[in-house]
């Protein structure tokens, strides 16, 4: 007989899977934090409060009247109820550690073939930004990491 819940004995792989809402409003809180560039803040600042996840979820539920007045959130109650559980914190800390690795090698990427693209330049256009060539992006650059933004264009942008 144990005075706690569950077997002393148990394992971690007897958890109730996460459903598929709240791992989607996850999904998307980590992609928006990413795209905003600030995953190094949200890392830190998730890490420090984790043990306070529940308190943070009811804090949610008793501003829910007022953030409901101003905003309409249709993703708050769920969000809400994923920061109840102690596991999603750590999926949710994982999605953004994720998504900030595929940012960061996409980015160097990008720095190596403009640094490869600016080496075939003359040197009046390399140094003095006199006449510079359009650069022709590949499609990798072109499309965006983030389903949300499909409509950005890096041949137009200056």
Known sequence: MSFFKGEPNSSSDAREPIPAEEDAVLEKVARKVVQWRM?????????????????????MVFFEPIVQTIFNFRDYEIFQKALERRE???????KIEKYDADLYDREKALKKFLKTEKKKWKWYQRYLGIARPKIEYPEEFRRSLFEDNKNVDLNNSK
Not at 39 to 59: H, R
Request: proline share 7%; hydrophobic share 50%.
């Open 39 to 59: 995953a190094v803040p949200a890392i830190l600042f998730i890490e420090s409060v984790k043990p306070l996840n529940y308190i943070g979820s009811q804090a």
């Open 88 to 94: 999603n914190m750590e999926n949710l800390l994982q």
